[in-house]
């Protein structure tokens, strides 16, 4: 068995793994990772399909644990190369995806399994298995094949408690274990967390106090995908004689699919439409919106710089992070928390209440499953590098062999001969950035580009020549933008470039670039020297 992480591995977010069994291919989720602030522009980055694009006939099925966008967000992508690949997972997950593709204008083929049910695709048997995790129809799946058995587990945790009663089914972890687990794969999210996971029970008290206190409008920002949480923001609202409108697209469209299928219980005249929200009394009224992570084009930051179309936050009124960060978001979620005490909201977040439970394993729930799968390979997954080596000193700590324990990035290839897994090598598995309407047209170079611009500025300096005579018919004229000096400071490099711009000509030199080139190492010299900054210098050449 040969297994391909292809994203998940490194960082928190697009999830991916192929597994390759004579010679057909099972794909394991098929996520997005959310752009940071040095990627500037980027809408979501997928996936590298590249290694499997000339293979795409040979993939049998793909495998959906959970609706999270760092698990689904990147399957229409997938299925540009492929419509018709069966897709696999519990009801929920696959409504999420089915409205999805639906944007996409893709027709997907659907398989609906519930646990414990068994299918078959090419050499792969698949047995699936509740999970608990912060959506409902979360699952492990486990992989029977010829060449060895894997256990994957998705996303999840230990809670006793959970709000839908569907606790993660350790009995079935258990017979798997007796069966033997050739490898084991693990989320590792929380491998650095000591302890275990508060319950998400705990949420709904802490919930109820906050409303209790707020007596002006109140609103809760969270993942557009999290049912559980929208469910204790309904049950605290009715409790409080307060109506819920939900606002953002994608909150709004998961809502109502989990709501039809019976995931979320709305209480009888809680839920109002978003646009009749100005008709309740400020202290009547709960918004849930989409933005918990900073996203700047979300709703709860444009509220915070009052730029939403029809809600303004007001002195007094109390937000509620109820999320948790991902990696790489704080500065951006601080931002937005910081603007809104600025308007004298009262925020409510993780750091000063318990109103977020993580949906991860932490520690002690680790160790607690791996004494249980006792497996005989690991391969910490879903995790940046010091998670996965934190899940890899757990399994180590069971009494996993160390040389067992295999600890790698996406793209590298690891092998399940005679069971034993070992890295074997690997396939290019680069970032696939998603900008606008364009799908990997944009790499490193143009992000550079975009950061000196939005760091540095821009300088454009022009002239019309003609090179015949080697006269200047106009300019050099220098234009900026972004650069904190005026026309004044710039205009003394005029000269200078004037005679490179002459000198050049004199010297017989007629070929336009290598004109603009003299022109930029002129412009560049005297701003970096004398204004200690590195902006992006265009320089342009008309001939005449």
Do not use: W
């Not at 989990?258 to 009547?284: Q, T, W």
């Not at 979620?333 to 439970?357: D, E, F, T």
């Not at 932490?362 to 940046?384: C, D, F, Q, R």
């Amino acid at each position: 068995m040969r297994i391909t992480p292809l994203g998940g591995l490194g960082e928190v977010g697009r999830n991916m793994t192929v597994f390759e069994v004579d010679g057909k291919l099972l794909v394991v989720d098929c996520g997005v990772l959310f752009p940071e602030e040095d990627q500037p522009g980027v809408d979501l980055i997928l996936p590298d399909f590249s290694s499997i694009e000339d293979r795409i006939d040979d993939v049998v099925g793909l495998v959906l644990t959970h609706g999270h966008e760092d698990h689904i967000g990147g399957v229409p992508y997938l299925l540009r190369l492929r419509d018709d690949i069966p897709i696999v997972g519990s009801q929920l997950t696959l409504a999420f995806v089915e409205a999805k593709l639906k944007e996409h204008r893709i027709r997907p083929s659907l398989r609906v399994v519930r646990e414990h049910e068994r299918v078959s695709y090419g050499p792969f048997d698949l047995e699936f298995v509740a999970v608990n995790h912060s959506i409902p129809d979360a699952m492990a799946c486990f992989i029977r094949t010829a060449a060895g058995k894997a256990l994957i587990t998705g996303d999840f945790k230990i809670d006793s408690l959970p709000i839908d009663g569907r606790i993660t089914d350790l009995r079935s972890f258990a017979r798997f274990a007796d069966e033997g687990v050739d490898l084991f794969l693990v989320d590792s999210t929380n491998a650095e967390v000591p302890g275990m996971i508060g319950h998400e029970a705990q949420i709904g008290p802490v919930l109820d106090n906050v409303f209790a206190e707020s007596d002006q409008q109140i609103i809760v920002a969270s993942f557009s995908s999290h049912v559980h949480r929208v469910q204790q923001v309904l049950d605290a609202a009715a409790l409080h004689g307060r109506k819920v409108a939900l606002v953002g697209r994608s909150m709004v469209r998961n809502m109502g699919i989990a709501a039809e299928r019976g995931y979320l219980k709305v209480p009888d005249g809680v839920l109002i439409d978003a646009r009749d929200v100005n008709s309740v009394p400020d202290d009547e009224r709960v918004l849930m919106v989409t933005g918990s992570q900073g996203e700047p084009m979300a709703a709860l930051s444009r509220m915070a710089h009052g730029e939403h179309r029809s809600v303004t936050v007001e002195p007094g009124d109390t937000v509620i992070f109820a999320s948790s960060l991902i990696p790489g978001n704080e500065n951006s979620v601080y931002r937005v928390i910081n603007q809104l005490m600025r308007l004298g909201a009262r925020v409510v977040h993780q750091g000063n209440a318990k109103v977020h439970v993580s949906g991860h394993a932490s520690s002690e729930e680790l160790l607690h499953v791996y004494n249980i799968v006792a497996p005989e390979n690991v391969m910490p997954i879903h995790g940046e590098i010091r998670h996965l080596v934190a899940n890899g000193a757990l399994a180590v700590k069971t009494g996993v062999n160390p040389k067992n324990v295999v600890l790698a990035e996406d793209g590298v290839v690891v092998d399940l001969v005679d069971g034993r897994a070992r890295i074997a090598g690997a396939v290019p598995c680069g970032y696939v950035y998603v900008d606008g309407s364009s799908v990997g047209e944009i790499d490193e170079t143009e992000l550079k580009d975009r950061r000196i611009l939005s760091e540095e500025g821009f300088i454009s300096v022009y002239a019309v020549v003609e090179t015949k005579t080697g006269t200047i018919l106009a300019g050099p004229d220098i234009q900026a933008r972004g650069v904190a000096e005026d026309d004044e400071v710039l205009g003394e490099i005029l000269p200078d470039v004037t005679k490179a711009l002459q000198e050049a000509l004199d010297k017989g030199n007629q070929d336009a670039h290598s004109l603009q080139q003299v022109m930029r190492r002129t412009v560049g010299r005297f701003v970096g020297r004398r204004l200690k900054r590195r902006p992006m210098i265009v320089p342009v050449v008309i001939e005449a």
